[in-house]
Nanobody, 128 residues
Framework: QVQLAESGGGSVQAGGSLRLSCAVSGIIDRRACMGWFRQPPGKEREAVASISTGGPSTYYADSVKGRFTITLDKSKNTVYLQMNNLNPEDTATYYC??????????WGLGAPAEFGDWGQGTQVTVSS
């Protein structure tokens, strides 16, 4: 099991940007898929973006396409989520997740149930 630690959350105004980081204990290649998920207040957890550690494949939720970018820095064992043009609907607790099975991100984003390792989450609040 890997340990995941998110950072970079905070409060911003609509139109602003944040970059979330997820530090992964151990070698990141031991997990085939890395993902970012979010859980708005009173709602279920949803997938935001995912990336395959072995290749260039990235996937995004329709609601964040063109605004969010997921990247991977293997030298730092860190996954990032750059979030631009934020709006109040992006307010949520954001979670980093990892999964050793490549099927979790082979065809798309992957559901929360497909990821086995989770961080504690970081809060993002966007005000209008």
């Amino acid at each position: 099991q890997v340990q995941l630690a998110e950072s970079g959350g905070g409060s911003v105004q609509a139109g602003g940007s944040l970059r979330l980081s997820c530090a992964v204990s151990g070698i990141i290649d031991r997990r085939a898929c890395m993902g970012w998920f979010r859980q708005p207040p009173g709602k279920e957890r949803e997938a935001v973006a995912s990336i395959s550690t072995g290749g260039p494949s990235t996937y995004y939720a329709d609601s964040v396409k063109g605004r969010f970018t997921i990247t991977l820095d293997k030298s730092k064992n860190t996954v990032y989520l750059q979030m631009n043009n934020l709006n109040p609907e992006d307010t949520a607790t954001y979670y980093c997740a990892a999964e050793y099975r490549s099927s979790a991100c082979l065809w798309g984003l992957g559901a929360p149930a497909e990821f086995g390792d989770w961080g504690q989450g970081t809060q993002v609040t966007v005000s209008s």
